[in-house]
């Protein structure tokens, strides 16, 4: 499989081939990098957990991020951290109703992601909640519904790969080649969603689920093999222990780590970064747009 060199990315259009995708009736242009800000309506998150669980707290979040930068704002309300207790749907709806009704009321023309794998929440979000997008982490391999729905709502799906479930997924993941066997997931699973009528289709390596610190790196360093795939990428690096673990701190601590691997992932190519830092994320980005300026015109 053909790997590009840094120094061959520098010297390429930057994102060759404009993306977009449809949100709201309108293009949302990818061909430069996006920031997708994370608000978790959780009390157990790993990074945030317990810091946005009221309306006001959520509205003056979604604020800062929206000021700071973010394209979107990708909002979840049930943990996916490994051992983290299940949701029941209802809790998981009244959660999301309360911080998109939020969202929506105060910033209406703002893109929000439900960050969801369930089917019916997702419908409910979209139809009834202004939800733009869904963020499914298990590319609809949870709930067997997702594809069919997703389609007939008519909206980008992010497809992220997890091996096994949220409960089971670092339960000694193995692979041949962590990166081969990613591309070759999506890609029967890009099929599978087209032929179910999906349109927008942003694909996410889906880092620190059901990987070991080891295979995150490697996604990390051949990042643009899933170019490949003709399809936007979206990678989320932000406060992960693939981070904190290997600097020896908290996610507290994690931040610099975030930027050094956004400011990879952007010159690998990514289309979005998810993350907690909107400011430094979409600092990183710029110093990539700048950095290929001066290299394409050496």
Known sequence: ????????FL???LYEGKR????????????VPVV????????????????????AAVVARTKDMISEGAAI??????????????????????????????????????????????????????RDYGADMINDVSAGML?????????????????????????TMQDNPVYDDVVNDIILFFTRRVKFLRSAGVGDIIIDPGIGFGKTIEHNYEIAARLNEFLMLDLP??????????????????????????????????????SILRVHDVKEAKDAIEMVIRLNRVSVGD
């Open 1 to 8: 499989m053909c790997r590009f060199t840094l120094q061959t």
């Open 11 to 13: 010297t390429m259009e």
């Open 20 to 31: 977009s995708i449809c949100v709201k009736g309108r293009l949302m242009d990818l061909s």
């Open 36 to 55: 997708m800000g994370i608000l978790n309506y959780t009390p157990d998150s790993f990074f945030d957990g317990g810091r946005y669980i009221d309306e």
């Open 73 to 126: 704002i990708d909002v979840g309300a049930v943990s996916t951290r490994p051992g983290a207790p299940e949701v029941a749907v209802r809790e998981e709806i009244r959660r999301l109703s309360l911080a998109l009704g939020a969202i929506r009321k105060e910033f209406p023309d703002i893109a929000l992601s439900v960050d969801t794998w369930r089917a019916e929440v997702a419908e409910i979000m979209v």
């Open 143 to 167: 709930d067997k519904k997702m594809a069919e729905i997703a389609g007939k709502l008519n909206v980008p799906y992010i497809a992220m790969h997890m091996s096994g479930t949220p409960g």
């Open 233 to 270: 990428l979206m990678v989320g690096f932000s406060r992960k222990s693939m981070i904190y673990k290997s600097l020896g701190c908290e996610p507290e601590g994690a931040l610099a780590g975030t930027i050094a691997l956004n400011t990879v992932a952007v010159m690998k190519g990514a």
